[in-house]
């Protein structure tokens, strides 16, 4: 453990540690067919998540209206950004917005998921209760619901129709004999439980609460009031820590376990979390494909990714590197008050060492950022695939809010921010385009998206508090 006590050895902690904006790109970084070896998960896992999803739909859009015109498919946008693009000053290339501030259910990358796990479990307790076939036995194919996917995918692009729902997969139960009276009545007397500093927790709440199923967040008191104050109305449990997030997830976790009718959703470990994120790569690839837009080595692809404890970010990245190979660079962006994955993989030390030991209080203005140790599930299994790393000040996102008001009229939150920062990062390291082959020909024809990861559930007064 060498970072430990003398770390303002190493020239690079003693930045972190003094907080100052600073990028790090893995050396030991490896191409996607030894890092998605090295991860020693399976890309079933992302089709099997896929495939649930295709069949919760009509489930989705009647619970979640505004899912409607996407078919019960939680997908975002994808839209160039050319007067965001001159404000950061990017000549090269192009930059394009990834919407998931605007993704229904719950405003944030959450919905990806945290949805998924919660209907993962739901569906569990139906076919345990023999409630419903499993897939496997009414012979569903997955390529018939990715399929799909694909046409609703589509439809989220402007100017492609929207098909209609005769392509029903045949014979699937339509799941939204969810909303039936023995299935409510199962859900009722089941709870899921997690531990949450916010967009988590409203996630996992919300889509419980639609399936009638009991939920229990565990929040920091530190957690934004609006966020406990709509759980709670929705007859959601809200109990509040004053310690730590860490030790929130632990009280939560503790409960749980002592329950068989207790689901717990682990932020840090959780596959089904994981699974959920990485259908947005397939989703991303179909909507390039759409606008046109080549990814291959010779136009790269340039993924920002906000990270908190980096299942978002990581399950994204899974689902990104088994659309485009070595042609998608993942950056991860954290704050500089918390760059837990960072120093995990930096160190090695992935989840045994905390950014309080930097001397760091993980206090910003970045919600869903402020987490000092990182998953270490996804820093040991994914950092061969994760490119690099930033770290951003508290005012340069909220900076980085204002601008993306002033030029594209968006509000998004302070941690969604942090993505816009990343293209600077890229375009200025020449020891990683020099190692990356990075010529300024690709980067001319390179594609670099700015994840927006959060921002349309924050109530209005508090959006406009970012911009004064
Ligand atoms: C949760 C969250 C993230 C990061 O996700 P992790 O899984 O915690 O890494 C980024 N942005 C927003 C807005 C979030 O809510």
């Given at each position: 453990m060498a970072v430990r006590g003398d770390f303002r050895d190493d020239p690079f902690l003693a930045r972190l540690a003094d907080q100052e904006p600073s990028a790090w790109f893995n050396p030991a970084v490896t191409t996607t067919a030894a890092g998605l070896v090295a991860s020693e998960l399976s890309s079933d896992i992302v089709d099997d998540a896929a495939a649930r999803l295709e069949r919760f739909a009509p489930w989705i859009a009647q619970a979640f209206p505004e899912t409607g015109d996407a078919r019960g498919v939680i997908e975002s946008p994808l839209h160039a950004a050319p007067d965001m693009q001159r404000e950061l000053g990017l000549t090269a290339g192009r930059l394009l917005l990834k919407r998931d501030d605007v993704l229904p259910v719950s405003g944030s990358i959450k919905a990806r998921g945290g949805v998924h796990e919660v209907l993962e479990y739901a569906e569990s307790l139906v076919m345990e209760a023999g409630l419903l076939p499993s897939p496997a036995e009414v012979g569903e194919s997955t390529n018939r619901a990715a399929e799909n996917d694909t046409d609703t995918v589509q439809s989220l692009t402007p100017g492609l129709t929207v098909a209609g729902h005769e392509d029903e997969v045949a014979g699937i139960t339509d799941y939204r004999v969810f909303s039936s009276d023995p299935f409510r009545e199962l859900m009722a007397e089941h709870r899921v439980v997690v531990g949450s500093t916010g967009n988590l927790g409203l996630s996992i709440g919300i889509t419980a609460a639609a399936l009638g199923l009991q939920a229990t967040v565990h929040m920091s008191t530190h957690a934004q009031a609006w966020k406990k104050e709509l759980l709670r109305s929705l007859g959601v449990e809200v109990v509040e820590h004053s310690t730590d997030y860490t030790a929130a997830v632990e009280a939560?976790?503790?409960?749980?376990?002592?329950?068989?009718?207790?689901?717990f959703v682990d932020d840090e470990h959780s596959v089904s979390l994981f699974a959920g994120y990485a259908v947005a790569g397939r989703r991303l690839a179909r909507q390039l494909?759409?606008?046109?837009?080549?990814?291959?080595v010779d136009h790269p692809l340039f993924v920002y990714l906000p990270c908190g404890i980096g299942g978002a970010p990581g399950g994204v990245a899974y689902g990104l590197k088994l659309e485009f190979g070595d042609a998608v660079h993942c950056v991860f962006a954290e704050p500089t008050a918390a760059p837990c994955m960072m120093l995990g993989v930096y160190t090695g030390l992935?989840?045994?060492?905390?950014?309080?030991?930097?001397?760091?209080?993980?206090?910003?203005?970045?919600?869903?950022?402020?987490?000092g140790r990182p998953s270490g599930f996804v820093g040991r299994r994914?950092?061969?695939?994760?490119?690099?790393?930033?770290?951003?000040?508290?005012?340069?996102?909220?900076?980085?809010?204002?601008?993306?008001y002033a030029t594209e009229g968006i509000l998004a939150e302070p941690s969604a921010a942090a993505a816009l920062d990343g293209p600077q990062w890229i375009t200025t390291d020449a020891d990683y385009r020099q190692r990356m082959n990075l010529t300024d020909q690709r980067l001319q024809n390179a594609t670099h998206i700015a994840w927006l990861?959060?921002?349309?559930?924050?109530?209005?007064e508090i959006q406009r508090s970012y911009l004064a």
């Open positions: 939560g976790r503790k409960a749980a376990q002592a329950d068989p009718t207790t689901h494909a759409n606008q046109e837009i080549t990814v291959d992935h989840d045994e060492i905390s950014v309080a030991e930097l001397g760091l209080d993980t206090h910003t203005v970045a919600d869903g950022l402020a987490v994914m950092q061969g695939l994760i490119e690099g790393y930033y770290t951003v000040a508290d005012q340069r996102m909220k900076d980085l809010v204002k601008a993306l990861t959060g921002g349309g559930m924050v109530p209005e």
